[in-house]
């Protein structure tokens, strides 16, 4: 019996390219061309997602509360995070996110809609409140 969509976005995903597209329609990289992430969808109906621009300097501190206020700035800028509970709508191809928490406090309690499409070992997520298009590739298990 083949698996609904839900249960094939189930695990974890690496992220392969986010871009956006700018005023002119150009495709660009916001979080830079070595943007890295993680795209989880747990079983029990929970999403979590964290992406991050490459090198993201360390704190000269070397401590995890304590960066200048310049390095935590960089740091944030080069972060996009959130988790809540997720649904799925297979007859719409869509997905909502809830963010429960999220590293911008704009989001805090928003319901954002996804659409999606599965394509082997690939999902490809886009928006309709801007011009996003992320590809990620189902991760290798541990």
Known sequence: MAKSLREQLIGTWKLVKYTLKDENGKEFYPMGEGCTGFLIYSPDGHVS????????P???SGDLHHGTWDEMAAAAEGYMAYAGKFEVNEKEMTLI????VSMNPTWLGQKQARYFKIQGNKVTITTDFN???L???KADPV
């Open 49 to 56: 997602a964290q992406l991050m621009a490459s090198k993201r």
């Open 58 to 60: 360390a704190y000269s």
């Open 97 to 100: 996110h809830q963010m429960a």
């Open 131 to 133: 011009t996003a298009v």
């Open 135 to 137: 590809v990620w590739e």
